[in-house]
């Protein structure tokens, strides 16, 4: 059965540090993976997806970037945070399931 | 334009039916899909339903769709403490899903 890990769980950061979260998946191969941000009492707001190696579409003009250098790993990256990347960080595979999240906290 | 609305609070009594509403934009959607999130977790895939049909019934849940209106609907029935949660409908376009906002769901005894 497949299953997705993402790490850290919890993230406290200033203002214009790097960022990199990390999301891997179990049980499956060349699926398609997805970064989402849940903002504070708001939905789900896509950033990345990616449909396999080295492939990386960006739905969002932002701070951040997405990259996916193997099949089972996908990585959000930030080289300078802002307040408002502050949110909850969800990695998804095909549409059926979610990893357990990261909340970042940029202070 | 691609937009999915619902919502913002429910609340409903122990033992009684909720029924939580969404409307979409895209009726080029194949697939709609209703998704539980609880507190400080992820999301949990609940159930769906293909554009083609009008009903889906998977034990308390019963998933009704309007494609006319474009209007989905996620009843369930003789709601449960355990299920407050955030209640997330989302429409299946080329590439990827597009959510609602949410819908919280709150269940008082």
């Known amino acids: 059965s497949q299953t997705i890990h993402q790490w850290p769980a919890t993230l406290v950061q200033p203002v214009g540090s790097p960022l990199s979260l990390e999301c891997t998946v179990e049980g499956t191969s060349n699926p398609n993976l997805y970064w989402y941000r849940q903002a504070a009492g708001r939905g789900l707001q896509l950033l990345f997806y990616s449909v396999g190696i080295g492939q990386i579409s960006s739905e969002v003009p932002q701070n951040l970037s997405a990259s996916r250098p193997q099949d089972r790993q996908f990585i959000l990256s930030s080289k300078k945070l802002l307040l408002s990347d502050s949110g909850f960080y969800l990695c998804?595979?095909?549409?059926?399931?979610f990893g357990p999240g990261t909340r970042l906290t940029v202070l | 334009g691609e937009d999915v609305e619902q919502s913002l609070f429910l609340s409903v009594r122990e033992g009684d039916s909720s029924v939580i509403n969404c409307t979409y934009t895209?009726?080029?959607?194949?697939?709609l899909y209703w998704y539980k999130q609880e507190p400080g977790a992820g999301l949990q895939l609940l159930t769906y339903i293909f554009s083609n049909m009008d009903m889906k019934q998977d034990q308390r849940l019963t998933v009704l769709l309007n494609k006319k209106d474009k209007h989905l609907s996620l009843r369930i029935a003789d709601t449960q403490t355990g299920d407050s949660a955030i209640y997330f409908c989302?429409?299946?376009?080329?590439?990827?899903?597009?959510f609602g906002t949410g819908t919280r769901l709150q269940v008082f005894p």
């Open positions: 895209d009726s080029s959607s194949t697939y």
């Open positions: 998804a595979l095909d549409e059926q399931f």
């Open positions: 989302a429409e299946r376009a080329p590439d990827k899903l597009i």
